[in-house]
């Protein structure tokens, strides 16, 4: 299924700078960068709930914001773009 | 139906801020903002052609980037939140 994660992360500080790249460099484990703080993942149920668990545990809570939105199997359709992309499609195949 | 709606405005100078700003305050029109760059508006067929007309018209698509996520009716059991929150659900009621 596509889970969509999107994050604000308070970078007045240090700490809130490394917790950006923390939560970045995990989503990026799961999926692709589709905007500066959008992250379109391909995950199962399992996979799903251990990246929230990660997640949850990088952010300062008082301060941060994750959203996860559950976009199912058939996502495709679901989706639209206009502008500038960044990134390959999560599910097509990388030619190197 | 509940349409998502994440943008990246490339601000590095004054035309761009003026795009942003423009793109969040017609998103104000339809929906709350969840996030920075992310607003949740319940709109119609109608209206969600009409929103994405309009941000269509105000970005700049050779550095811009604009993504909906068109998520239905049954959208609440579709999303999670984790941490600080803005705002207030997009069809709840206001008490002033």
Chains 1, 2 share one sequence.
Do not use: W
């Not at 994050?7 to 484990?29: F, H, I, M, P, S």
């Not at 668990?53 to 941060?64: F, G, H, N, Q, R």
């Amino acid at each position: 299924m596509l889970l969509l994660i999107t994050y604000d992360v308070n970078t007045e500080n240090e700490a809130g700078k490394k917790r950006l790249r923390k939560v970045a460099k995990q989503c990026q484990n799961y999926g692709r960068r589709v905007q500066n703080s959008v992250f379109e993942c391909i995950v199962d149920q399992a996979q799903s709930v251990t990246l929230k668990s990660l997640l949850t545990e990088i952010i300062d809570d008082k301060v941060d914001s994750l959203r996860f939105y559950y976009l199912g199997n058939n996502y495709k359709t679901k989706i639209e773009h206009i502008g500038v992309e960044r990134g390959i499609a999560v599910d097509q195949p990388l030619f190197l």
